[in-house]
């Protein structure tokens, strides 16, 4: 059985997080379970239409892509705060801006970075949400947008000054000010969201063909059933306490 996930924070990190899930996912279902790494997040999808991979972790947009594409693809459990899952917008100390608002007035002033194309948190959302307030971002700030690939190498490039505005994931911004990586008297929240559903474990159509009936129903049971009692290393990677589960129609509408 074959896992992946969108690259969205530093490799090394989703390696430990991925094997040591495998393994876990491995002695639950009974089958060898193996770690796919994709290079970013448009050969995660390809990957999973493609049926080289069983399992996958998305963001939201991510996942709509690759059900659109797998016909019976089924999203199976999501973290519980996924339910309600915000993004946020960081700034250098220089930008004057205190919230969201803030921004119609300064955005030809200052360079913007997303994350990856296709993540949620890292781009769909903040555009929908710059929209909102009349701000184009391929059109109203300095110059184009930039795309970082990931949401770690967002904040880095705003703390460094390379880029004014950041958006990115909540839970990878928690972890870097809870370990201390980032130097939060250069980068400051400006904005989080109203919430969204998004991140999500999604199963491949045809995996009960080929590992036995009501297999979706184990991986399903599997992702429930992991504790943080028993697997803290697992869910603390994860960013959660426990998987919840979640269906299609929850992403329809991000």
Known sequence: ???????DQDASRLVRRYDGFAD????KLGVNVEYIPSADYAAVVTAFSQKNLDLAFFGGLTGVQARLLDDGAKAVAQREH???FPFQLHHTNDVEARSLG???DLAGELTLTFGSESSTSGHLMPRHFLGKIGLDPDSSFKSDPNYSGSH???WRLVESGAFDIGALNEDVWKRAVRDGAVDTD?????E?????FDYNWTVTSGVDEKFGDGFTQKIQDALLDLSYAEHPEILDLFSTERFIATEN???LNP
């Open 1 to 7: 059985m074959k896992v992946g996930g969108i690259p």
């Open 24 to 27: 876990y996912l491995s002695a």
């Open 82 to 84: 996924d339910a309600e």
């Open 102 to 104: 803030d921004l119609s």
């Open 152 to 154: 770690d190498l967002t």
């Open 186 to 190: 250069k980068v400051r929240l400006l």
């Open 192 to 196: 989080k969201t109203p919430p969204y």
């Open 249 to 251: 129609a929850n992403y």
